[in-house]
Structure formats: structure tokens, C-alpha cells
């Protein structure tokens, strides 16, 4: 079932419980927040949408920082500041070319009840050229909404990168792409090197975030593009229920969501240990599970950002053929019996047969 299907299911059921539109709506929203789904939420607020804002929105995603979930409140401020910088360019290449008159000072000539006015009219684009200008207004409010949303996480760097974005929509000059001075191409071998580089010049996960995204900027932007691919080839590689397996033992609990950070955090840890998981080879894994939380969600979007750094716009996703979990599917009341080796290694136990 698709995200959506699900979306629709929920409402359709808060509807016949008698709730109005919004309501059902809210409903289905806080739904997947008390069930610690938080990452459809997200998905559904950006992937299935057009990536506009909007306040209900907002109030969840706000909710979503409340509970913890810094990475996807990022994102997800990411995701909107990127897709209206770059439908906004868009515009501006289409006005251009059919010579339209664009110029700061005669978008501020235009009061902005005047603009909703024809906003609000039907069909919607009855003035394409007012409907531009009534654009221009509203990327840069969406910029400052960003700017103050990103200060709640104190993300100083995002903070930067939107004036100067801001700066650029109001003089309608597109930004060019940061300079390229890593010219080397992306490879299986090149992606594996970076991240020892990085680990080795990192004291924590944070600083590996940063050092690895500095080194992809540095590339061209289709270089990057190869490096979120083969991550994501990496990834699936150990989409397997023995490795599900490992990763429920060892954090004492990992659904759908915690085992993708935990298999981007097994791709950060380098090649020699990506490889000792995927081979599940059970006297190497021990020494390898120190970190009290193996898991590192923010690793599989540090390309994504170095993109959006470089090109000042959304990096579009690599194809990857989604790969199906292979193996013997475990429930949480045999786990002990078909992992009991892995159980005793990591002192797993089950709970429920104890109580």
C-alpha cells in the first residue's frame, strides 16, 4: 500500500467516525505521530506532495522537533526552501525568455492585496506575469520563515546559505554553482576512501557529517549525485533479515525506520566493517558494536546537502532498483531461538518469556 492509500484509508475512516474535513485530516496526521511514524509524516508533507508550504504543516512538523526528530525537521525545511528556490528560477527563465519586464523595484510597485486578488482568481493563472510577481513576494517570505526555523536548531550554516539565497532572489540573480576543485570521478573505490578520509579526521559522528560534506562539495554536482547512489546500492546490499536481526539485538528493538539509520550507519563505518554485516561474520562483530545507538540517519542525506550547498537547488534522486529483504522472516518472539548465538554475544535476552 502506497503512502498515500494509507493517507486515504485513515481519513476515510476518521470521516466516518463523523469528523469534518480538517479534523479528519489532523487526525490522520497525529495518528503517525502517536504511533512514532514519523518519518511518513515527513514523506507525505514533501515526497507526495508539491512541496509548497503550508501552516497545518507546519504545526506538525513543529511537532516533530518537539519529539525529538531534529533530522527530519531539517530535511523537511531543506526540502521546501530548495523546491520553491528552484520553481522560482524557473519562472524567472520564463519570463525572460518571452521578455517580460522583471525588475526589484516593480515587484514592490505591486501591493500584495492586489496580487492575492488575482492569486485567488479562477482558473489560477488568469495573469501569468502577476502570478509571477505574487511568486517572487512569497519565496521571499518563505526564505525568512526558513531563517527563523532554522534558528530554533541553531543550524548557522542553513542560516548563511538562506540570505544569500534571499539576496539572490531579490536581485533576481541566479547564484552560480560553487567551483569545482576535486575533479576526480566517483567510483565504488573513491566512495569507500572518502569515508575512511572523513573517519579518520573525525572525532564523532558529527564531524564525520561535516568533514564528508565539505569533501562532496568540493566535487561536481553529478559526482555527488554517484556517491548518494552507490550509498544507496550499499544500503540495500544489507536489506536482509539476518541483519535485522542483528541490529533488533543489539539496540534491544529496530523498526522500519531505525533499521535504514542503522544500515547508513554500517556504510559510515567503512568498507572492512560494511562488509563483516553483510557476511554477518559473528567474531568481528562484537568489537564493532561499541557506540551505545548505532545508528546515523543523518548520513544518508550528507550528499543531498553537499548537492543543494554546491547547485543551490534540490539534488534529483538517483535510480536505484529497490531491492526486496531477503531471508527468513523473525518476529520478536522467536528472535532467541532462530539468533541465539547473536543473543548470547550481546547479552539479548527476551523480555517477554522473563516477565
Given amino acids: 500500500m502506497s503512502l498515500y492509500d494509507e493517507w486515504l484509508d485513515l481519513y476515510d475512516m476518521y470521516g466516518e467516525q463523523g469528523c469534518e474535513h480538517d479534523i479528519a485530516v489532523e487526525k490522520v496526521y497525529q495518528h503517525w505521530i502517536d504511533n512514532k511514524e514519523y518519518k511518513k509524516v515527513y514523506a507525505f508533507f514533501s515526497e507526495d506532495r508539491d512541496g509548497c508550504y503550508r501552516d ?5 512538523i513543529t511537532i516533530l522537533l518537539e519529539k525529538g526528530e531534529k533530522v527530519l525537521y531539517h530535511k523537511y525545511w531543506n526540502f521546501l526552501l530548495n523546491k520553491a528556490i528552484q520553481r522560482f528560477w524557473l519562472y524567472v527563465k520564463h519570463h525572460v525568455e518571452k521578455n517580460r519586464e522583471i525588475s526589484t523595484e ?41 531563517i527563523e526555523r532554522m534558528q530554533k536548531i541553531n543550524a548557522t550554516e542553513e542560516i548563511e546559505r538562506a540570505k544569500f ?24 573505490e573513491l566512495f569507500w576512501e572518502l569515508i575512511d578520509e572523513s573517519r579518520d579526521e573525525s ?31 550499499k544500503m540495500n546490499e544489507l536489506n536482509h533479515w539476518d541483519i535485522w536481526a542483528l541490529a533488533y539485538i ?60 554546491k547547485k543551490y537547488e534540490e539534488m534529483p534522486i538517483p535510480r536505484v532498483k529497490d531491492k526486496p529483504i531477503e531471508g527468513k522472516e523473525w518476529s520478536e518472539d522467536n528472535i532467541c531461538k532462530y539468533y541465539s548465538k547473536l543473543c548470547g554475544i550481546f547479552n539479548y535476552s527476551d523480555l517477554k518469556q522473563e516477565l
Avoid at 539576496?167 to 565504488?188: H, I
Avoid at 572525532?203 to 544507496?232: G, H, P, R
Avoid at 562484537?286 to 550528507?302: A, G, R
Wanted: charged letters at 40%.
Fill in 250 to 309: 543489539v539496540r534491544k528493538g529496530c523498526g522500519d525506520d531505525a533499521f535504514d539509520y542503522f544500515k547508513a550507519w554500517i556504510v559510515s563505518k567503512g568498507k572492512e566493517a560494511f562488509e563483516n554485516v553483510r557476511e554477518m561474520k559473528l567474531e568481528k562483530l562484537k568489537k564493532l558494536f561499541k557506540e551505545s545507538e548505532p545508528q546515523l540517519e543523518e548520513f544518508m542525506y550528507v550528499a543531498q546537502n553537499a548537492y543543494e550547498n
Fill in 106 to 146: 516593480k515587484f514592490l510597485s505591486y501591493d500584495m492585496k492586489t496580487l492575492q486578488e488575482n492569486h485567488d482568481k479562477y482558473p489560477r493563472y488568469q495573469d501569468p506575469y502577476l502570478e509571477f510577481i505574487y511568486d517572487w513576494h512569497e519565496t521571499m517570505k518563505l526564505i525568512d520563515t526558513y
Fill in 56 to 60: 497545518r504543516e507546519d504545526k506538525f
Fill in 165 to 188: 539565497l534571499k539576496e539572490s532572489v531579490y536581485s533576481l540573480k541566479k547564484p552560480k554553482a560553487k567551483k569545482t576543485t576535486d575533479k576526480r570521478k566517483m567510483s565504488e
Fill in 203 to 233: 572525532e564523532f559522528d558529527s564531524d564525520l557529517i561535516e568533514i564528508l560534506k565539505d569533501k562532496l562539495e568540493a566535487m561536481s554536482a553529478t559526482e555527488i549525485k554517484k556517491f548518494q547512489k552507490i550509498l544507496l546500492e
